[in-house]
């Protein structure tokens, strides 16, 4: 998976978390090079992001998310050396849509037929810079009068995960339409995919971090693997509240609540055997569902069958309580440590803290910047490729 693509994602102040964060980090995994800029700031500096859920009220709620760090300056864009570009949602659109040298960008993007993707409230952006004016594309439903004001032929988003192609333009409702919509950017880019039929099983609980549960669970479903997500004393349908852990220059991690999560099976009754690997994500979750029984015979299950583990952050909590690590090398959040050199496992130091490990069918990772290489080591052992 060589790095023979480059994109571009244009960030703003607010632009919802997921939206970002799920693209840039799911294209890494996939081998594609990902620059983030924002007008107004240079690499290293940092985006506020915010949580929009879907709570029962009229609207969607909006809360603060993780802080976004950029690794490219918008000054410094030179569109010739991209090969497509992502637009976000959320509320920076708004600000970013006013912009002149964001229009421009855009513009330059759209008149040179490179692949653009744009989700939920970015389509403000394209109809800013003339991008859609005949165009077929969709948006979160309050952008569409908007839109048509703007020319577009408006589909409306008749379900959260609407997506739509029109040639070089691939656009969609809300990040629940993320696995179509980065698989349609992917092919779009050049990409295919193959060895993705597998069955993924992800192991939840309330309080799991909020990008440790999203971000590969939607990855995998964007390789075309079929992914289930379970929670004990639960069923499916039923949601996980999660948690934002972020690092803001205190001694430890921040939290603050996250979107919540939708389950897919029902965890009573379930037969492992069908499913070829399991994901365990961090948070605070592991710490109580390393004390149920059901969720440790899961997890030696897995691990005695050889079948693919990956387990993030706090999740090897629950690896240590199951006795799975005896004789195993892993990482894990640097808090954990203990857990895991108790539970008998060799400690391999996540320096820096984005590195993972796989030991023979056990993939590690210490906390979700490091998902790109968790996720794209997973893909190894399920034997899941992606060319460009």
Known sequence: MANSRTVLILCGDYMEDYEVMVPCQALQA????????????????????????????????????????????FDEVDITKYDGLVIPGGRAPEYLSMNASVVELVKHFSTSGKPIASICHGQLILAAADAINGRTCTGYATVGPALIAAGAKWVEPTTPDVCVVDGSLITAATYEGHPEFIQLFLKALGGKVTGANKRILFLCGDYMEDYE????????????????????????????????????????????????????????????????????????APEYLG??????????????????????????????????????????????????????????????????????????????????????????????????
């Open 291 to 388: 004390l149920n029984q059901q969720v440790l015979n899961l997890v030696k299950e897995f691990m005695s069958s050889g079948k693919p583990v990956a387990s993030i952050c706090h999740g090897q909590q629950i690896l240590a309580a199951a006795g799975v690590l005896k004789g195993r090398k892993c990482t894990a959040y640097p808090a954990v440590k203990l857990n895991v050199v108790l539970g008998g496992g060799t400690w391999l130091e996540p320096d820096p803290i984005h590195r993972c490990f796989t030991d023979g069918n056990l993939v590690t990772g210490a906390a979700w910047p490091g998902h790109p290489e968790f996720v794209s080591q997973l893909m190894v052992l399920l034997g899941v490729q992606v060319s460009l």
């Open 30 to 73: 996939f081998g594609v090079s990902v620059h983030t800029v924002c007008p107004g700031k240079k690499a290293g500096d940092s985006c506020p992001t915010a949580v929009h859920d879907f709570c029962g009220h009229q609207t969607y709620s909006e809360s603060r998310g993780h802080n976004f760090t950029l690794n490219a300056t």
């Open 213 to 284: 549960v999203k971000v590969p669970f939607q990855s995998l479903q964007a390789l075309g693997c079929q992914v289930d997500s379970v929670c004990p004393e639960k069923k499916a349908g039923d949601r996980c509240p999660t948690a934002i852990h972020d690092f803001e220059g205190d001694q430890t991690y921040s939290e603050k609540p996250g979107h919540t999560f939708a389950l897919t099976a029902t965890f009573d009754g379930l037969d492992s055997s069908g499913y070829d690997a399991l994901v365990i994500p961090g948070g605070r």
